[in-house]
């Protein structure tokens, strides 16, 4: 089954090894032997390579286009030997014949980036990579239980500059245990100076799932929960790194996104753009515009069912045209392009003007034509604006 669709496709290759578990990480990532790395990149390119057929199998429809992204993510890609991340996007490519490849995304550790590797990632088609740089301040690294340190970060970006990988996204993370405003300032004022095509910040997340998030939730002291910086001092600093930016050229294009120009995500806006998307590996999701499914979260369990050659797609679901509405307005609103709302209405036949009145008189959304856009100003509530579309 086949059907057309008016984004490409992009592919999302799930490394779920690290070599240490960060204490604000709640990602299906963990520290694995060795054995288990061999064997589940073995089942990665089986998976890929059998993928049109296993679809056909359970009924799902391939979009008609031919994907034009690649995102490694993880975990940590870059401790992958280099063969075996060739081998990997050896099978994409065997698997994908019509593709032309916009964009190859390698998700890295500063520390584990070495000019051999580098080399080869260059060689293996990798044209973007994307350092979880944290944050510039060694003690902030250490209580984050990083491996990385600030210098790691400067002699990564040059090591892959010089094999030609100059296509660059460093992530900051803003509400790190011991951050202070001029740690952060020093943090920013450091990736500004490296100056990377694209800049994530992220919020800190804190959830039960990770063991800074549960010290923070429950009490303790053994992750430094008491030393996270105030919720209104995290809002401020996000503001300040707004206008940081702005002033050094990046475009703000998505709540914790910003680019040069040209350089925007290309793979990330299709998640944003509800483009279909391919996940392969252990707990990657999949979607093809009229459907969602995952594949085993367990990495073990993963490997067990490639290798056995059973059905592996879990948590399939249907998507009804409220959740295509819903999944519309929530992940549209996230680009600070906005959403059009005529094409909604007619799309969805909902009117969403008749739920503005009190988002607008507050400051929160702003209206221009037909497009409605989250107040730049105002993004840290974005949540709320959602709520209030989508009662
Ligand atoms: S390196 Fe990334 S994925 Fe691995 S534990 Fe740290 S934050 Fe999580």
């Not at 964009?103 to 070495?114: C, S």
């Not at 804190?206 to 929960?225: F, I, K, N, W």
């Amino acid at each position: 089954m086949r059907y057309t669709f008016f984004v490409a496709p992009g592919i999302y290759i799930q490394i779920p090894f690290c070599q240490s578990k960060c204490t604000y990480c709640h990602f299906a990532s963990g520290v694995f032997p060795r054995e288990l790395v061999v064997s589940y990149v073995e089942s990665l390119v089986r998976e890929i390579l059998a993928h049109a057929d296993a679809y056909f199998a359970a009924g799902i429809a391939l979009p008609d286009e031919s994907p034009d992204t690649i995102y490694l993510g993880g975990g940590t890609p870059s401790l992958l030997a280099p063969e075996e991340l060739a081998h990997i996007l050896g099978a994409v490519h065997e698997s994908f014949p019509a593709s032309t490849w916009r964009e190859v995304t390698l998700e890295a550790d500063p520390e584990t980036v070495t000019s051999e590797k580098a080399a080869a990632w260059r060689a293996a088609g990798v044209n973007r990579a994307s350092l979880g740089a944290q944050s510039f301040s060694d003690s902030e690294l250490r209580a984050a239980g990083r491996r990385n340190r600030a210098a790691d970060i400067a002699r990564a970006v040059e090591i892959l500059r010089a094999a030609g990988i100059d296509s660059l996204n460093l992530d900051l993370i803003l509400g790190l245990a011991g951050q202070t405003h001029d740690s952060w300032r020093h943090s920013l004022d450091s990736l500004l100076a490296l100056r990377p095509g694209h800049v994530s910040i992220y919020m800190l997340d804190v959830d039960g799932e990770s063991r800074l998030g549960s010290e923070l939730l429950t009490g303790g002291t053994r992750y430094s929960a008491g030393r996270v910086p105030d919720e209104d001092f995290q809002s401020d600093w996000f503001d300040e790194a707004c206008a940081a930016l702005a002033l050094a050229g990046y475009e703000h294009y998505e709540i914790s996104n910003w680019a040069l120009k040209n350089r925007r995500s290309l793979h990330n806006s299709k998640y944003w753009q509800r483009a279909p998307y391919f996940g392969f590996g252990s707990g990657a999701h999949s979607f093809n515009g009229r459907e969602r499914w995952a594949n085993p979260h367990d990495p073990a369990t993963y490997v067990e069912a490639i290798r056995a050659g059973r059905p592996h797609f879990e948590q399939r679901q249907r998507i009804t045209p409220q959740m295509a509405f819903e999944e519309e307005v929530f992940l549209g609103l996230r680009l600070l392009d906005g959403i059009d709302l005529s094409r909604i209405e007619r799309t969805y036949g909902v009117n969403l003007r008749t739920r503005l009145p009190y988002l607008l008189e507050a400051g929160a959304v702003a209206l221009d034509g037909d497009v409605l856009r989250l107040h730049p100003a105002r993004l840290a509530v974005s949540n709320e604006v959602f709520a209030e579309l989508l009662q």
